[in-house]
């Protein structure tokens, strides 16, 4: 991973929309250990609007993951 740096501590306004995306990962023990994903993320905290996704394939977990940050980027695209 690329070092970005410090993050500033300075005080700023508070953002005008906020967001939270959570992922939880874990291995199921029955037999051989499969991968599960899922990822929890609400777009606009002040808003009842949860995302839920779950899946074994770490490929379709970023997919969801980018879509959701596409979608917080772009409000428009809800």
């Known amino acids: 991973m690329a070092d970005h740096g410090p993050v500033s501590t300075s005080p700023r306004d508070p953002p005008e929309r906020a967001g939270a995306l959570i992922v939880r990962v874990w291995l199921?023990?029955?037999?051989?250990?499969?991968?599960?994903?899922?990822?929890v993320g609400q777009l606009d905290l002040a808003a009842d609007d949860r995302v839920t996704a779950v899946t074994a394939d770490i490929d379709e977990m970023l997919a969801h993951i980018r879509d959701w940050l596409e979608r917080f980027a772009d409000p428009s695209r809800g």
Not at 28 to 39: F, H, N, V
């Open 28 to 39: 199921e023990e029955s037999g051989d250990p499969k991968l599960r994903i899922r990822m």
